[in-house]
Each structure stands twice: as structure tokens, then as C-alpha cells.
């Protein structure tokens, strides 16, 4: 496994002359495992959170394949996702949707990651186009993933090479429907089999030179 | 002096009615935005749903006191501004905990929120953060000279310090807005305005598609929740001091919404017209053409 030098654990001279040791990993991060967040006590408070999370998705803004150029004309005055409460945030920390516009290298599949756990729980995943299916078009490839479902908890997949906007919408409906029965437990998935999913992950990131979870 | 506790219970309605009606006012603008592209925009009750959501996210994470503070620190700025100026002009329930003087503490509560925000942002210890505060403090103090000076030119003009009597002498006839008898200090002050209301052409702090959003970078589920009921309450409370000042203050919540929507119709405007300004261009566009103004008001009076 190779480590960049600066994550490297060392000995480091502070400005006072006193020589302390760092590990990067360990120091700057937290190395807390992830845990299950169950949801409301009440059921009807439940209820309502999850219409108003239903009714208030915010899309990170982040795209990786082609798929990324149909989120686009969503924001234009032709589809306009904003008038269903569909809005892009600039910032995993804010968002509760991820899409995976398209084909993952696994280049990019190591950041997804990191944008997906900085999100907040419940957090759902859309997977958009056939390639994050089964590999679409790039299914030999040597350096994208096939299954999607293998890395991150998918809770959407919109079907087509590439997709239409208008699919995308009524991809957001029916995660809607999801959402409100209650079924976008995704964030809650990952944890549970958070073994397994980084098991796979750790096996197409050679590199992985980051905590188990970033918080 | 008696502490007269009736107030309290009125203060808080107060509070209640501008939370809702910032709620929906800042929904309003925003589709108002979208119309003019062409678009829909928003329902007009989005901005309580995405509130709902981010108080309901199961999980939310720290990074350190100040970090809980920067939004706290936010929300009182834009209630102590609130509730220091007299909402309703001559009514008792609706003069909340004004006082003589209160315009000095009042322009201090407009910079209060900035600053815990600037704290709190910065614990959080992202780049993004730290550059969108000095994004946001550089242009925020320099759309509140103009802002200053003319509050101070027509603190000069009534010879007070109290909102409430400024008010007062603008009663009887619209001729007696501050607006016709001192319009030099109007002018620097709505120009100055453009620049506190995050909208372009000067919005490029918070703008996303800039440095991600600027200082609340980090901010998430409950933080940003507390934010966006700042985001409500604070438009309001500065409109009710320009409205004070300026255009005569409001007898009834009536003449409250329609001058206060007015007000912020003015920034929307300008807003949908121009495009974003970098903030020197933006420092540079209020020292030259805002300051100046202040200054000659004061001269003037
Ligand atoms: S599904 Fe088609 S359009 Fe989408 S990323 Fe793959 S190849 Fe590109």
C-alpha cells in the first residue's frame, strides 16, 4: 500500500525547538467507527421529517461520468428541478443526495467516498445511467467499478445511456416516494455492512490513504 | 427605571410574526429571481420544509465550542436587532425593548452576527470557510460606511439617538420621510444596502458556485438550520431600521409588510439586473460611489 510522505508518520520540530512525533491519520482525523442512527421515537414525527426530506433534496453538486451534463439543463427554466424542492448545495456537509452521474473510475471512486461520508445521515444515492448498473459501456474497462451497489448503498437507479432530464425527474419522484415510506435507510445500510463495503472498496483503491470513515 | 415585563410575551410575538414573514418573504424574492429567468423557482413554503429537514438530520458533527457558537452568535445578532428597534411606530405592543440611544447598539448588532459567524466558521477549520469570511468582512464593512455615515448624518439632522423619536419626526405627510428631507443620506444608505442582503451583485460570499458557499462551508443539520432562521429574521430587522430611518417607519403590520417588501425589492431588483462583482470590485464600487455620498450628507446637515 502506498502512502504519500507528508501522511507518513514522523517527527516534527515545532517553532518552540521541541521535537514531537505526528501521524497524520491519527492525529487530524477521527477514527471513530460510524454508528446506526435510528430514526424518531415517535412515529409521526418520523413521518414528518421524512416529508420534509422527501420535499427538500439537496443535490450535492458533484458530477463523475457523462451523466453529469444532464443534471445541468435541470436548473434551466425548460425542466426547473426547483419548483419540486430539488436544489444543489455546493458542499457534502449539506447535501442529502448524491448522484453518480455516470461511469466511476476508481480514481474518483476514492473521493466519492470521502463526499459520501462527510455527508449527514439519512443521505440517499442515485445511481444514473447504465454504467453505474453494470459497467455500461465501459464494462471491460480496466479502471472504472461495474456495480455501484458494491462501494456505496444505492437507493435509485435511473436506467439509459444517457438519461434524459426528464428521467431525472421522475428518478427525484420516485426517490420521493421512497423517502416518505420511510425506506431511504441507505446511511443506516452502510454502517451495518460497513465491513463488506469497505472490503470492497480497499480492493480497487490501492491507494487508500485515508481513515476508515471520514468524518 | 421600571422593567415593565408585558413586554417580553409582545417581544416575542413580534419575533414570531417577522419569523414567518421573513420565511415567506425571502421565498418570495427568491422566486420572484426565478421568474425573471424564466423559471418557477421554489414553492413558497420551501424554505420551511428545507428548515424542518436540516433540524430532523439524525447525525451532526462539532468541531469545537465556537463551532456551536458562530450560528448562536448569529441568531442573537438578528433578534437583538429585532427587538432594540421599535417594530410598529407608536404602538405599544409592538415597540419591543427600545430606548434612547438604541441606534448606536443597533448598528453594533448588525456587525455582531458577521463576527461570531467569522469565529465560528473559522473553528471549523476549512479553507473554503476562512477565505469566504475575509470575502465576507472585507465587504461587509465596506457596504456599512455608507451605511454609518448616514445614519449618522440623520442622527445629526434629528439631533437623537432614539429610533423612535426619528420616527416621530417623520410623521405627517410622506413630504417628512427622511427620504425627501435628506436625500443624500437615503442614497448612501440604499446603496450601502445592496451590499448587506447577499444578493448580486454582491452576493459572491455566499454564492455556491463560488468558493463553495463561503463561510458556512462546514455547516450542516442544525447549525445551518439556526443560520436559516437567521436568514430570516436578519433581512427583516435591518429593513425595519432602514424603514425607521428613512421611509418613515410603519403604523401597522400592514404598512410593515408592504414597505419592508418594497425595501427588499429594491436589492432583488438591482439584483436580477446586474451581474456578481468580485469583492475588490465591489470595495472599490462603495468606496467610490456610496462613501462619498455619505460623506457630502453629513457635510451637508
Ligand atoms: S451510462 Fe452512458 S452516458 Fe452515462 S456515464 Fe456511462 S457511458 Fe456515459
Known amino acids: ?215 | 427605571m421600571s422593567f415593565d415585563w408585558m413586554k417580553i410575551p409582545y417581544s416575542l410575538l413580534t419575533l414570531f410574526i417577522v419569523v414567518n414573514y421573513g420565511f415567506l418573504l425571502n421565498a418570495l424574492i427568491q422566486k420572484i429571481g426565478a421568474r425573471v429567468g424564466r423559471r418557477h423557482g421554489i414553492p413558497i413554503w420551501q424554505n420551511y420544509v428545507d428548515m424542518i429537514k436540516n433540524y430532523g438530520l439524525r447525525s451532526s458533527i462539532t468541531h469545537g465550542v465556537m463551532f456551536y457558537l458562530g450560528p448562536v452568535f448569529r441568531l442573537s445578532g438578528g433578534v437583538g436587532l429585532l427587538l432594540f428597534v421599535p417594530t410598529i411606530y407608536g404602538s405599544y405592543m409592538f415597540s419591543n425593548l427600545s430606548f434612547a440611544g438604541d441606534l448606536i447598539l443597533a448598528l453594533y448588532f448588525v456587525f455582531f452576527g458577521t463576527l461570531g459567524m467569522a469565529l465560528g466558521a473559522g473553528e471549523s477549520g476549512h479553507p473554503h470557510a476562512a477565505i469566504g469570511i475575509t470575502r465576507g468582512l472585507s465587504q461587509m464593512t465596506a457596504a456599512e460606511l455608507p451605511f454609518g455615515l448616514a445614519v449618522f448624518s440623520v442622527a445629526l439632522q434629528y439631533q437623537t439617538l432614539s429610533v423612535t423619536e426619528i420616527v416621530a419626526a417623520q410623521q405627517g405627510g410622506i413630504l417628512n420621510w427622511t427620504l425627501f428631507t435628506n436625500p443624500l443620506a437615503v442614497t448612501a444608505a440604499m446603496l450601502g444596502f445592496l451590499g448587506s442582503m447577499m444578493r448580486p451583485p454582491f452576493d459572491v460570499v455566499l454564492a455556491p458556485q463560488e468558493i463553495p458557499i463561503g463561510p458556512p462551508t462546514e455547516y450542516h443539520s442544525s447549525y445551518l438550520a439556526l443560520m436559516q432562521t437567521n436568514r430570516a429574521i436578519f433581512p427583516v430587522a435591518k429593513i425595519v431600521i432602514y424603514m425607521n430611518l428613512f421611509f418613515g417607519g410603519a403604523d401597522d403590520w400592514l404598512t410593515f409588510c408592504f414597505k419592508v417588501f418594497l425595501i427588499y425589492l429594491w436589492s432583488a431588483f438591482v439584483g436580477v439586473v446586474f451581474p456578481r462583482f468580485r469583492v475588490e470590485q465591489s470595495i472599490r464600487w462603495f468606496l467610490v460611489w456610496a462613501v462619498p455620498l455619505g460623506v457630502l450628507s453629513i457635510v451637508v446637515v
Open chain 1, 1 to 215: 500500500m502506498a502512502m504519500k510522505p507528508e501522511l507518513m508518520k514522523r517527527m516534527v520540530k515545532g517553532p518552540d525547538g521541541l521535537e514531537f512525533e505526528v501521524e497524520p491519520l491519527r492525529d487530524y482525523y477521527c477514527e471513530a467507527p460510524p454508528t446506526v442512527m435510528p430514526a424518531a421515537y415517535i412515529k409521526i414525527v418520523e413521518d414528518l421529517f421524512n416529508w420534509a426530506r422527501a420535499e427538500s433534496i439537496w443535490i450535492l453538486g458533484f458530477g463523475t461520468g457523462c451523466g453529469a451534463i444532464e443534471m445541468r439543463p435541470l436548473m434551466t427554466p425548460r425542466f426547473d428541478a426547483y419548483r419540486y424542492g430539488v436544489q444543489w448545495r455546493p458542499t457534502p456537509r449539506q447535501a442529502n443526495l448524491f448522484i453518480i452521474s455516470g461511469y466511476l473510475s476508481t480514481k474518483t471512486l476514492k473521493r466519492a467516498i470521502r463526499a459520501y461520508e462527510q455527508m449527514q445521515n439519512p443521505k440517499y444515492v442515485i445511481g444514473l445511467g447504465s454504467c453505474t448498473i453494470n459497467g455500461g459501456m465501459y464494462w471491460d474497462s480496466y479502471n472504472t467499478i461495474k456495480r455501484l451497489d458494491d462501494y456505496l448503498p444505492v437507493d435509485l437507479y435511473i436506467a439509459g445511456c444517457m438519461p434524459r432530464p426528464e428521467a431525472l425527474l421522475s428518478g427525484f419522484m420516485d426517490l420521493k416516494k421512497l423517502i416518505r415510506a420511510g425506506k431511504g435507510e441507505g446511511a443506516n445500510k452502510y454502517v451495518e455492512n460497513f465491513d463488506w463495503y469497505k472490503a470492497n472498496q480497499k480492493r480497487v483503491i490501492h491507494d487508500w490513504d485515508m481513515p476508515d470513515y471520514n468524518w
